[in-house]
C-alpha cells in the first residue's frame, strides 16, 4: 500500500463518519468568521433555534469592509450599509459567545492574519472560513480552505463539513531563489504555469528547497494564492521554522501539550513513497520578478516581458485575453516596464505582514513616491501596524509619501472606501486582477511588495532588481 | 431549498472563460444581511453601465434571453472569491442550471446548497449546447436530474454525472444541517476521541 500525503494524513484524523459514496464529515478545529459572508448564517441559526456548536473554536474579526482611516470605532464614521454589517457581527458574538476582536482591539485585522498571530492556527488542524483565501492557513501544515454562507451556517451548527476527498497535487520549486525574488513571485509563476483551473479538484502541498527557505510570512503568501490556482487548499509540510514561529503565541499550547503537539506535528509530512495525481516542478532559478498584465491571476509575466496579444493564445482564452487587454487599455509589444502606473496598493492577506513590509520599506527608504502617485500602506492587523511603527518603517513610508493606514482588507477587494476609479491603474500586492475588483473600471497589476515600492519611486511597472 | 427535479427552459450561452464571482455578483452588493434580492444586480458591471443604463449587447438584456434558466459557460465558471451571494443572485435572477466544462470549487458546492444544479460536461458537449444556447428564446433545452440528461432544442440528449448524494438531496430539497444532525452521536464521540489525542486544539 502506498504511503501518505500530508493532506491524506490531516483528513484521515478528522473523519467523524463516512458514508457509502465516499461522501465525509470532516470535523472543523478552527471555524474564522467575518462580517460580510456571516449574517445569513447566523440568521439561519436564529431562524432554526439553533447554537453554535463550539464557540470556543470559532474566532470573529471584521475586516472586509471596515474603513482604514482614524475614527471608524464611531459607526457613524461607516457607511450605513458596512456600519449594519459589523453591528451584526458585534451582536452575534455576543449572543453566541465566540472569540472576537472588534474593530476597537489593536488586534483586529484581516482574519487569515489575526488566526496565526494569535496562535489559533496550528499544523495539523482543519480551518474554515467563508472567504477563499482561508488557503492561507495551510502554511502551517493545517488543512485550510474557504467554504460558503451556506457551509458556514452548517459549521457553526455541527462543527462539521460535509466533504468529498480531493486529490493531490505536488508543486515543488527547486534549489534556491535568486535575488529580487519572492514568495509572490513563486505563488504567481505557478499559477501562471499551471493556469487558475490547473488545480481545480486537488489539493496542493507546496515543497522544495525554495519553499522550505521561505518564513512562515512567505510560506502564507505562497499558499494564501492556492485558490487562484484553483485548488480547494495548499499545504506546506510543519517544520522548525513553523514551531519557531508558533511557540509562545496568546493560543498555541503550553507545558506538557506542546511537547505533545510537537511530537505530533513532526509526524505531519508526505512519506517518501505517496501517491500523487498531479505533479508540477519549477526550479527556483528560472523564476523572475513578475506581474500580471490581464484580468486573471493566471496572466503572469516577467518584468522583463512584453504585453501579448490575443492571438498568442488558444482557444476560449483568445477572446478572453481580448478583453482583458481591452479592460486593461495595453497594446501587445508594449514592454511591461514602461506601463505607468498611477495607485500603488501595499496589503492584503496575501502581503500584509511585517516581512511584506519590510521588504517594501527597504527599497523605499530614503526615496520619494513618483509626482502625483497615490500610494498606500495597509498592515494587514494591529499588531503588524504597531510593530511597523516600532520598527522604523511607518516613518519610511511617510517620508516616502504613503498614506499609512489601520488594518483591514481595503482596496484589495474594494469594500469600504478605498477603491480605484475608472481607469485608475494600481500596482498591488493582493491576489486578484479581476474586472472591477479593485473599483469599477480599475486596472490592477499583481506583484511582490518590494515590486510595488518599486513602481512606486519610478512611476511605472518596474525590475526591482535594478533598484537593488 | 427548493427542490430540483426536471427543468426546461431557455439556455442564455455565456462563452467567455473563467468568469469569475466577482463578475457575477461585484463586490458593492455584498453588504447586505439578506439572501435574497441579489438577483437585479447579476452581472452588474457587465449588464449596467456606470448610470445604470442596460448594456444591449449582453446577453442577459437580449430580449431572447431575459427570462434565461440555464446558462451556457466558458471553462472555470464561477472561479475567485467564496461568495455564495454569487449563487444567491442566479437564483434570484430566475437561473437554476448552469453548464460548463469545469467549475471553481467553493462555487460548485455553493449551487448546491440553494438548488441550482452545476452541471460539468466535456468541451465537445458544450460547444453543441452552446450552439443550441445561441438559437434563442425558441429553443428551449431541458435538464432531467432524475434521469441526468441533458436535451437540446432538437433532441439531441448528453448524459451527465452528478454526485449520488448531492443528486439526492437536490432531488428532496434537503436541508444539510438537519441531515447531518441526525449524525449528532458520532459528532460527539468525535469529539471525545479527539480531545484525548489531542487536547491542544
Redesign the interface.
Known amino acids: 500500500m502506498a504511503g501518505k500525503t500530508l493532506y491524506d494524513k490531516i483528513w484521515d484524523?478528522h473523519v467523524?463518519?463516512t458514508?457509502d459514496?465516499g461522501?465525509c464529515?470532516l470535523?472543523i478545529?478552527r471555524h474564522l468568521v467575518h462580517e460580510?459572508?456571516s449574517?445569513?448564517a447566523f440568521?439561519g441559526l436564529r431562524m432554526?433555534g439553533?447554537k453554535v456548536?463550539a464557540p470556543e473554536?470559532t474566532i470573529a474579526v471584521p475586516d472586509?469592509?471596515v474603513p482604514t482611516t482614524p475614527g471608524r470605532e464611531d459607526p457613524k464614521n461607516m457607511?450605513e450599509?458596512?456600519a449594519?454589517?459589523v453591528a451584526?457581527l458585534d451582536k452575534n458574538a455576543k449572543d453566541f459567545g465566540i472569540n472576537y476582536y472588534p474593530v476597537s482591539d489593536i488586534r483586529q485585522g484581516i482574519v487569515h492574519i489575526v488566526g496565526p498571530e494569535q496562535g489559533w492556527t496550528?499544523p495539523?488542524?482543519t480551518v474554515v472560513c467563508?472567504?477563499?483565501h482561508t488557503a492561507t492557513h495551510g502554511a502551517f501544515g493545517a488543512l485550510a480552505?474557504?467554504?460558503?454562507?451556506?457551509?458556514v451556517?452548517?459549521v457553526l451548527?455541527?462543527?462539521?463539513l460535509?466533504q468529498?476527498k480531493?486529490k493531490n497535487m505536488k508543486v515543488e520549486i527547486t534549489g534556491k531563489l535568486r535575488p529580487g525574488v519572492t514568495a509572490k513571485d513563486i505563488t504567481l509563476s505557478v499559477i501562471g504555469a499551471t493556469g487558475?483551473?490547473g488545480g481545480?479538484?486537488y489539493v496542493i502541498e507546496y515543497c522544495g528547497e525554495a519553499i522550505r527557505d521561505l518564513s512562515m510570512e512567505g510560506r502564507m503568501t505562497v499558499c494564501n494564492m492556492a485558490?487562484e490556482g484553483?485548488?480547494?487548499a495548499g499545504l506546506i509540510a510543519p517544520d522548525e521554522v513553523t514551531f519557531d514561529y508558533v511557540k509562545g503565541r496568546p493560543h498555541a499550547?503550553k507545558g506538557a501539550?506542546?511537547e505533545?503537539?510537537l511530537t505530533?506535528w513532526k509526524t505531519l509530512k508526505s512519506d517518501d513513497d505517496a501517491h500523487w495525481d498531479k505533479v508540477v516542478t519549477l526550479k527556483g532559478e528560472d523564476i523572475a520578478p513578475v506581474v500580471t498584465w490581464g484580468t486573471?491571476p493566471?496572466d503572469v509575466l516577467p518584468i522583463t516581458g512584453v504585453v501579448p496579444a490575443a492571438g498568442d493564445f488558444k482557444?476560449?482564452?483568445v477572446?478572453?485575453a481580448q478583453?482583458s487587454l481591452d479592460y486593461m487599455g495595453l497594446k501587445p509589444g508594449t514592454p511591461l516596464s514602461e506601463i505607468k502606473i498611477d495607485t500603488v496598493f501595499i496589503g492584503s492577506c496575501t502581503n500584509g505582514r511585517i516581512e511584506d513590509l519590510r521588504a517594501a520599506a527597504a527599497i523605499l527608504k530614503g526615496k520619494k513616491i513618483a509626482p502625483g502617485m497615490r500610494a498606500m500602506v495597509v498592515p494587514g492587523s494591529g499588531l503588524v501596524r504597531a510593530q511597523a511603527e516600532e520598527e522604523g518603517l511607518a516613518e519610511i513610508f511617510k517620508e516616502a509619501g504613503f498614506e499609512w493606514r489601520l488594518a483591514g482588507c481595503s482596496m484589495c477587494?474594494?469594500?469600504n472606501p478605498d477603491q480605484l476609479s475608472?481607469g485608475e491603474r494600481c500596482a498591488a500586492t493582493s491576489n486578484?486582477n479581476?474586472?472591477?475588483?479593485q473599483g469599477?473600471?480599475g486596472r490592477t497589476h499583481l506583484m511582490s511588495p518590494a515590486m510595488a515600492a518599486a513602481a512606486a519611486v519610478t512611476g511605472h511597472l518596474t525590475d526591482v532588481r535594478d533598484l537593488i | 431549498m427548493d427542490k430540483f427535479t426536471k427543468l426546461t427552459g431557455i439556455a442564455a450561452p455565456m462563452p467567455l472563460v473563467n468568469i469569475d464571482t466577482d463578475m457575477i455578483i461585484p463586490k458593492q452588493f455584498l453588504k447586505t444581511i439578506k439572501r435574497s434580492g441579489l438577483g437585479k444586480n447579476l452581472f452588474d458591471e457587465m449588464r449596467f453601465t456606470q448610470d445604470g443604463e442596460e448594456i444591449a449587447e449582453f446577453v442577459l438584456n437580449q430580449p431572447a434571453y431575459r427570462q434565461a434558466e440555464i446558462i451556457v459557460a466558458g471553462d472555470n465558471f464561477g472561479c475567485g472569491s467564496s461568495r455564495e451571494h454569487a449563487p444567491w443572485a442566479l437564483l434570484d435572477f430566475g437561473i437554476r442550471c448552469v453548464i460548463s466544462t469545469s467549475f471553481a470549487d467553493i462555487f460548485f458546492n455553493n449551487c448546491f446548497k440553494n438548488g441550482i444544479l452545476p452541471i460539468v460536461m466535456p468541451q465537445e458537449v458544450v460547444d453543441v449546447l452552446m450552439d443550441d444556447a445561441r438559437k434563442g428564446a425558441n429553443a428551449r433545452m431541458t435538464v432531467d436530474l432524475e434521469n441526468q440528461t441533458v436535451t437540446t432544442s432538437d433532441g439531441q440528449s448528453f448524459a451527465f454525472e452528478v454526485d449520488a448524494f448531492r443528486k439526492h438531496c437536490l432531488l428532496n430539497g434537503l436541508d444539510d444541517i438537519g441531515l447531518t444532525l441526525e449524525k449528532v452521536s458520532a459528532i460527539d464521540t468525535f469529539e471525545k476521541t479527539a480531545a484525548q489525542a489531542r487536547p491542544w486544539v
Do not use: C
Open positions: 484524523a467523524v463518519d458514508q459514496d461522501t464529515l470535523y478545529d460580510v459572508t449574517p445569513q440568521e432554526t439553533r456548536r473554536k472586509h469592509n457607511t450599509d458596512s449594519i454589517q451584526a496550528l495539523g488542524m467563508g472567504d477563499s480552505h474557504g467554504i460558503g454562507t451556506s457551509e451556517e452548517h451548527a455541527t462543527q462539521t460535509i468529498k480531493s487558475t483551473a481545480t479538484g485558490i484553483g485548488a480547494r499550547p501539550q506542546w505533545a503537539a505530533w486573471s493566471e482557444g476560449g482564452k477572446e478572453a478583453r477587494l474594494a469594500m475608472p486578484r479581476f474586472e472591477g475588483r469599477r473600471g
